[in-house]
């Protein structure tokens, strides 16, 4: 998947081309924030028009297991916006303190970025305790997507983490899906590139669903043009773009 930061972006949706009942996303626009935004879980400020869509069918889960993906972004932050239909929502059960290399085993999402360098961003929300969590993993190089380290982004205070991330989540009304808002300082997954409109970097979106020890269900999506394969999704360097 490619990331291109957009200047604007005109339409309301831009709707997943689908393969059989599955979307097939080969790209996403980050649009110039509005606004300043304030991280609380509400979208209310956002930019929406870049947003795609993820499920694995559309025709049985989109209801249930899907993901409406938006990102905007200003000189200093990336913004990602999602809201999640999830049957049991914000249930991971993997405390950040003690087991924060296994948020992937239940509810969350890991972006798969890479820009001057790789990084694996695993960021969820413990059920438990009420914090929020992102893992960062770093790659050896831009070839090794393992390797090169890994931190810890604690919570603060409130929706406040360490390195000077922010991450919300807010439960729909309904209980049948939630609103995940971050907010990720460039600093924290690039060295020395800056980004502007017009841009782009390469960014995989593998959502994950449970509340148990292992996720229930999973869907990566935005693929390079000529990939195909979603399998081991976190070591295909080049299934997240070129």
């Not at 309301?12 to 996403?28: E, H, Y």
């Not at 460039?186 to 960014?203: M, P």
Request: one cysteine or more.
């Amino acid at each position: 998947m490619k990331c291109v930061l957009a200047a604007i972006v005109s339409g309301s949706f831009l709707a997943a081309v689908a393969v059989g009942q599955q979307t097939d996303n080969r790209g996403i626009h980050a649009v110039p924030a509005p606004k300043k935004v304030v991280i609380d879980g509400k979208l209310d400020e956002w930019d929406l028009s870049g947003r795609i869509l993820i499920c694995y069918d559309l025709a049985s889960l989109r209801d249930v297991y899907s993901g409406e993906v938006a990102m905007m972004y200003d000189d200093e932050n990336l913004y990602v916006g999602i809201h999640w239909k999830d049957p049991v929502p914000m249930g991971n059960s993997h405390h950040p303190r003690f087991m924060s290399q296994r948020g992937w085993a239940g509810d969350c999402v890991q972006l798969r970025l890479r820009t001057d360098r790789i990084t694996h961003a695993t960021m969820w929300y413990h059920a438990e305790s009420g914090e929020p969590m992102i893992n960062l993993d770093y790659g050896k190089s831009m070839t090794e997507p393992f390797g090169g380290g890994s931190t810890n982004l604690f919570r603060v205070e409130g929706w406040k983490l360490m390195g000077g991330a922010e991450m919300a989540f807010l439960k729909d009304a309904d209980g049948r899906g939630y609103v995940q808002e971050i907010k990720l300082p460039w600093r924290l997954f690039t060295v020395e590139r800056k980004y502007r409109a017009g841009d782009s970097f390469q960014c995989g979106i593998e959502l994950l669903w449970g509340e148990g020890d292992w996720p229930v269900h999973r869907y990566a999506d935005n693929l390079d043009e000529s990939a195909n394969n979603r399998e081991f999704f976190w070591t295909a360097v080049n299934a997240w773009g070129k």
